[in-house]
């Protein structure tokens, strides 16, 4: 499986970013996806994940509210809906994948990973 994420930029603080995770290769059937990010000198954070059909998702604590994990099999795509963007979301954004294993936060869990976009907000 291959994975292209775009969607990145410079936002201003308060507004809102969708990223997009396409997959390509081999199919994405059954495949839970993630979104991570990672801040310069900070470790890689997961920030959300969904299940194959979209009926379970995930988010980190802190992000629920603000951020929208959705997807659309037809189109092999993830979407993750950024708002009230503020400065310390900016890092580089990755979306990752692998078959539901059942657990969907630690790094670890997932085997393919997309090249990363960059989210830059503004003050």
């Known amino acids: 499986v291959q994975l292209q994420a775009s969607g990145g930029g410079l936002a201003q603080a308060g507004g809102s970013l969708r990223l997009s995770c396409r997959a390509s290769g081999r199919t994405f059937s059954g495949a839970v996806a993630g979104w991570f990010r990672q801040a310069p000198g900070k470790e890689r954070e997961f920030v959300a994940a969904i299940n194959w059909s979209g009926t379970r998702t995930y988010y980190a604590d802190a992000l629920k509210g603000r951020f929208t994990i959705s997807r659309d099999n037809a189109k092999n795509t993830v979407y993750l809906q950024m708002n009230s963007l503020n400065p310390d979301d900016t890092a580089v954004y990755y979306c990752?994948?692998?078959?539901?294993?059942?657990?969907?936060?630690?790094?670890?869990?997932?085997?393919?990973w997309g090249q990363g976009t960059q989210v830059t907000v503004s003050s």
């Open positions: 990752a994948a692998d078959r539901d294993s059942g657990s969907y936060s630690p790094r670890t869990v997932y085997e393919y």
